[in-house]
T-cell receptor, first 115, second 114 residues
Framework: AQSVTQLDSHVSVSEGTPVLLRCNYS??????LFWYVQHPNKGLQLLLK??????LVKGINGFEAEFKKSETSFHLTKPSAHMSDAAEYFC?????????????FGKGTLLTVNP | GAGVSQSPSNKVTEKGKDVELRCDPI?????LYWYRQSLGQGLEFLIY????????KSGLPSDRFSAERTGGSVSTLTIQRTQQEDSAVYLC????????????FGDGTRLSIL
């Protein structure tokens, strides 16, 4: 079975400084990995997706993530935080084979951006 | 054009009542999913539809929960004899196909059981 661990439940940064949200996964196969963002009272929006192509994945709103198999990590970064980035972020892994529609979510990281 | 639409956005009901939650997926998306988001449990998979069939219902927590999909489009999640532990946000998502295609989420229905 696969699992996802988001290492920080809450990250606080100042506007204009870099963002790092950490995610480690456990999987017995080559996984598909995603980052989603959820703003208050909204659904989840896909930021980016890794599916065994390039290990550095660029997403929307200036976010990117790097897949590191040796470290089983898929950390999300952004060079400069904006106030509108304040939200909850979920690292997600999909199952394998015939169940690859089934997503397993991390517990989420709440990002606070201070002016 | 429109995204996944869910209704109602909020629902407050008394314990023991039945509730129906509706999901209207993105046009043309054959796969539809229901998830539950609660403080204690995070995001949990409930059920997966491919067309009108549900090949995976493994996440439905009890036989009080059921879901159907008609015309390969709209889906309804029904909770019978609601309990307080059913209070959560119920999220619907759709994707162009099954598999690991990106899933697009609605804004959810916030269900509160009094």
């Amino acid at each position: 079975a696969q699992s996802v661990t988001q290492l920080d439940s809450h990250v606080s940064v100042s506007e204009g400084t870099p963002v790092l949200l950490r995610c480690n996964y456990s999987s017995s196969y080559s996984p598909s990995l995603f980052w989603y963002v959820q703003h208050p009272n909204k659904g989840l929006q896909l930021l980016l997706k890794y599916t065994s192509a390039a290990t550095l994945v660029k997403g929307i709103n200036g976010f990117e993530a790097e897949f590191k198999k040796s470290e089983t990590s898929f950390h999300l970064t952004k060079p400069s935080a904006h106030m509108s980035d304040a939200a909850e972020y979920f690292c997600v892994v999909s199952s394998s084979g015939g169940s690859n529609y089934k997503l397993t979510f991390g517990k989420g990281t709440l990002l606070t951006v201070n002016p | 054009g429109a995204g996944v639409s869910q209704s109602p956005s909020n629902k407050v009901t008394e314990k023991g009542k039945d509730v129906e939650l509706r999901c209207d997926p993105i046009s043309g998306h054959t796969a539809l999913y229901w998830y539950r988001q609660s403080l204690g449990q995070g995001l949990e998979f409930l059920i997966y539809f491919q067309g009108n069939s549900a090949p995976d219902k493994s996440g439905l927590p009890s036989d009080r929960f059921s879901a159907e999909r008609t015309g390969g489009s709209v889906s309804t999640l029904t909770i019978q004899r609601t309990q307080q532990e059913d209070s959560a946000v119920y999220l619907c998502a759709s994707s162009a196909q099954g598999g690991n295609q990106p899933q697009h989420f609605g804004d959810g229905t916030r269900l509160s059981i009094l």
